[in-house]
């Protein structure tokens, strides 16, 4: 009868007790998520802006050309001709600066847009992390995710922060199949990993993840193993997806072409040992990135999942699987291309970077679980932190290598400091975080996560300073700070050539590379390239040319460059009128208005530009 009552004096729309106690945690991991990704935004947008000019060439010129074609309504091309490389990224970019003409506004905007890309990350890694983990160590993942060495790309205009984002919901979505693979959950995948392709063509290796994923579960759980037609069947969105990707990537082999398109420099023969052992290079280099710690534990949590999951929890057999495989193909991918001259000797930790969340959760899953140490998995973990240190050559992450090598940023600055002494503080740091991974006392348990993000942050200060402070900034200073300098002195339908010389007999300086490159970003009538003999290609869309009998710039036999407008360096004086000068370099804007001719040069030979005289 109490009972009764009591549901008679309950007003209609109250909720059962759990049901709003439901209600409230959505509100506060919503209301949570949504501060971690505000503050993420405010943070980079405003650092973004500290980063004066573009710095990676030539790649910010071609996502940065790429956008703002499609913006201007011409398509997505690349100096008028298509645009090899994956059109999301342009695509995202694109309505934003549509409405303004300067390319100075639109570089600003450009990085804000960064800013927002990389802070949703906090979205998707949530989610992925609360599967197994409670509300307060999954926003904490969360967070930790965007706040990493690597958010200094928000400040370039490249693919990395919209990457970034594309594989972490991809990642969240090969979760939920492995989990339960249901033919909607397996589709999401699949339109996900093409979606990420479009983004960055790496990421469609994600796929690969899950092919992989899937038989790992298979190994975890014998039993979830398809044994009859029915079961097969219930996997056919995946059976068709590589039906349909065999016979898409055996077309151009018919043809007799390489299947991967603006990357079939790659299409080749590799060397399995070689591939191994920039698989481990790389593998350690994640372990410094991540200071040490979620390396040492691994071997405890993944057994952990493995027991679980055995004992009937979906959740993480679907991690320990994902985990597994997301980095056995992810860093394959990676050391396939950084065995090649095209890797140019160098660690590429810009391209597996967006693993880092899934290492972020095994720690997080380590310390919420009070932190076990099972003693074969405890020493397997040492083990593995220790040889995977020892195993990297020190050079690798103590250079200063652009953007491609974050922990660098650290490293070097540590090697620099130390007076040579940067590997011995290395190996001590490694002992110090693997020693306490093993044996510092429970109730010590904050100084483990409080160790990895101090130095998470620190090589993330640094990777910004790097950025921030870099040589590219000394084009535009004082008098010669007007950025657009091409643009303002020509009408809007202005079609403006660039003219190289950059050869082993006459080299440029690193400020005049960089005026060239930054130039045709910031002027928007810039649509064509030329690069002079033996020069070095600027890796755009160019014509090479040869000086002919009276100084005109051939493109082949008979066949003069034709241009109206040519910007070229100071010392290779033009036929035509001289509208101009901008950059430090002193670059030459020439009204030519037909056939291209040098004064002064009858070959290619003598032609000299003021670097070289």
């Not at 699949?190 to 960055?200: E, K, S």
């Not at 975080?433 to 006392?441: I, T, Y």
């Not at 300086?509 to 490159?517: F, P, Q």
């Not at 928007?524 to 390239?529: A, N, Q």
Request: aromatic letters at 10%; proline letters at 7%.
């Amino acid at each position: 009868m109490a009972t009764t009552t009591e549901r008679a004096d309950t007003p209609p729309n109250h909720l059962p007790a759990r049901a709003a106690t439901a209600v409230r945690t959505d509100r506060r991991a919503l209301a949570a998520v949504a501060g971690v990704v505000l503050a993420a935004f405010v943070l980079y947008a405003g650092a973004a802006q500290l980063v004066e000019t573009p710095r990676v060439h030539p790649d910010e010129i071609i996502y940065g050309e790429g956008a703002w074609s499609l913006a201007e309504g011409d398509g997505i091309s690349l100096r008028e001709e298509d645009y090899p490389y994956g059109p999301l990224y342009p695509a995202v970019l694109a309505p934003v600066l549509a409405p303004f003409e300067s390319r100075e506004t639109g570089y600003a905007l450009l990085k804000a847009v960064n800013a927002l890309l990389f802070a949703l990350v906090a979205v998707p890694v949530y989610l992925l992390a609360r599967r197994l983990l409670p509300f307060g160590w999954s926003l904490a993942v969360a967070a930790g995710s965007v706040v990493i060495p690597s958010s200094m790309f928000v400040g370039l205009v490249m693919t990395e922060a919209l990457a970034y984002l594309a594989a972490a919901w991809v990642l969240l979505a090969i979760a939920l199949a492995l989990e339960r693979p249901t033919a909607p959950r397996q589709l999401a995948v699949l339109v996900g990993t093409v979606i990420a392709y479009t983004a960055r063509p790496q990421l469609g290796a994600l796929y690969g993840t899950f092919l992989v994923g899937l038989v790992l579960v298979w190994l975890i759980e014998p039993s979830r193993r398809p044994r009859t037609r029915g079961d097969l069947r219930a996997y056919w969105p995946t059976a068709a997806s590589l039906v349909l990707a065999a016979a898409i990537f055996a077309a151009p082999l018919v043809g007799g072409s390489s299947p991967l398109g603006a990357y079939e420099v790659l299409w080749r023969s590799y060397d399995p040992l070689v591939v191994m052992k920039w698989f481990l290079y790389h593998l350690a280099d994640l372990e410094l990135y991540l200071a040490v710690l979620p390396f040492a534990v691994s071997p405890i949590v993944l057994a952990g999942l493995v027991r679980r999951g055995r004992a009937g929890s979906a959740e993480s057999t679907a991690f320990a699987a994902l985990f597994l495989a997301a980095n056995a193909v992810g860093l394959a991918v990676v050391a396939v291309f950084a065995s090649t001259e095209h890797g140019f000797d160098r660690l590429h930790d810009r391209n597996i970077f967006y693993l880092v969340p899934l290492w972020l959760a095994v720690l997080g899953l380590w310390l919420a679980w009070g932190l076990p140490r099972p003693r074969l998995e405890t020493a397997a973990g040492a083990g593995l932190a220790l040889g995977l240190a020892a195993f990297l050559p020190f050079r690798y992450i103590s250079a200063e290598v652009g953007v491609d090598v974050v922990p660098s940023a650290l490293w070097a600055r540590v090697q620099e400091l130390a007076d040579g002494s940067g590997r011995t503080v290395l190996g001590l740091a490694v002992l110090a975080l693997v020693l306490a991974a093993a044996f510092l006392p429970g109730r010590l348990w904050p100084a483990m996560p409080a160790a990895v993000a101090a130095l998470l942050t620190a090589t993330a200060v640094l990777a910004w300073e790097r950025q921030i402070d870099a040589p590219e900034n000394a084009v535009f200073e004082g008098a010669a700070s007007n950025r657009s300098w091409i643009d303002e002195q020509l009408p809007g339908d202005a079609r403006v050539t660039k003219l190289l010389l950059d050869s082993p007999s006459c080299p440029s300086s690193g400020v005049t590379r960089h005026a060239l490159y930054l130039t045709e970003f910031f002027n928007g009538r810039v649509k064509r390239g030329a690069y002079i003999g033996d020069s070095l290609p600027d890796g755009l869309p160019s014509d090479r040319v040869e000086v002919g009998a009276e100084g005109a710039f051939l493109v082949s036999p008979g066949q003069s460059l034709v241009a109206d407008y040519v910007y070229t360096q100071p010392g290779i004086e033009l036929a035509g009128r001289r509208l101009g000068t901008g950059t430090t370099a002193d670059l030459v804007l020439w009204e030519v208005g037909g056939p291209v001719r040098a004064l002064g040069a009858s070959s290619t030979s003598e032609l000299r530009t003021r670097d070289c005289a």
